[in-house]
């Protein structure tokens, strides 16, 4: 439920609610003080939030100030409401915590899946510069790029460094040298596969 948009009457009712979730040991995988602390604190502001309801609709001769009144009141109670739940999600609550206070159960993130790069191009200079191109299959800003290279036939594959671009330069490279290349795609939770491999021999 979104408490920012409940009525007055009905943004009591939960608020009054989750203070009986946090007093009661409802919401499991808080800290405890912190649970106490944060339902003590919104104890007062139920009953005056209340009072200026209230107010707010018997008292015509000052019916701008009640109102006043009690649209602070109303926002320090979901300020105190999302306090509530930054806490739930930084200690990562599970879904019944946040159930027993009504609050809305967080959307995981969604995985990105990376896609291997393919076109892996290279071009050499004269002066010990390679430019790398390739295309990188994957959203902007989701995955980095691996770049790996070795020296010969037989060397070690190596990480070569890392782009968010579709392009790289490797620089100084040895002249007359053999050199292969090679890029994959890198989420926060997974690899692609390595794209095609690119061979240039430094030019001379």
């Known amino acids: 439920?979104?408490?920012?948009?409940?009525?007055?009457?009905?943004l009591v009712d939960f608020s009054k609610n989750v203070k009986t979730s946090l007093d009661g040991g409802l919401v499991t995988g808080l800290d405890p003080t912190l649970a106490t602390d944060l339902a003590r604190l919104?104890?007062?502001?139920?009953?005056?939030?209340?009072?200026?309801?209230?107010?707010?609709?018997v008292k015509e001769a000052a019916k701008k100030t009640a109102f006043a009144d009690k649209q602070t009141l109303r926002d320090d109670i979901k300020n105190l409401l999302a306090r509530v739940r930054n806490n739930l999600v930084?200690?990562?609550?599970?879904?019944?915590?946040?159930?027993?206070?009504?609050?809305?159960?967080?959307?995981?993130?969604?995985?990105i899946l990376a896609e291997a790069p393919t076109d892996l191009a290279a071009a050499g200079t004269s002066n010990g510069v390679t430019r790398l191109m390739f295309s990188g299959n994957n959203k902007v800003?989701?995955?980095v790029y691996e770049m790996?290279?070795?020296a010969g036939d037989d060397g070690e594959w190596a990480v070569l460094g890392v782009t968010k671009k579709q392009t790289y330069i490797d620089s100084p490279v040895t002249p007359g040298q053999f050199y292969?290349?090679?890029?994959?795609?890198?989420?926060?939770?997974?690899?692609?596969?390595?794209?095609?491999?690119?061979?240039?021999?430094?030019?001379p």
Not at 3 to 8: A, G, I, M
Not at 92 to 97: G, K, L, Q, V
């Open 180 to 203: 292969e290349y090679k890029v994959r795609a890198v989420a926060a939770t997974n690899t692609s596969h390595f794209s095609n491999s690119a061979v240039i021999y430094g030019a």
């Open 42 to 57: 919104l104890d007062p502001l139920n009953t005056q939030f209340e009072t200026s309801i209230e107010d707010s609709v």
């Open 90 to 111: 930084a200690a990562d609550c599970p879904r019944r915590s946040y159930e027993a206070c009504g609050f809305n159960y967080p959307k995981p993130p969604a995985t």
């Open 1 to 10: 439920m979104d408490y920012r948009r409940l009525t007055d009457a009905d």
């Open 141 to 143: 800003g989701t995955v």
């Open 148 to 150: 790996w290279r070795r």
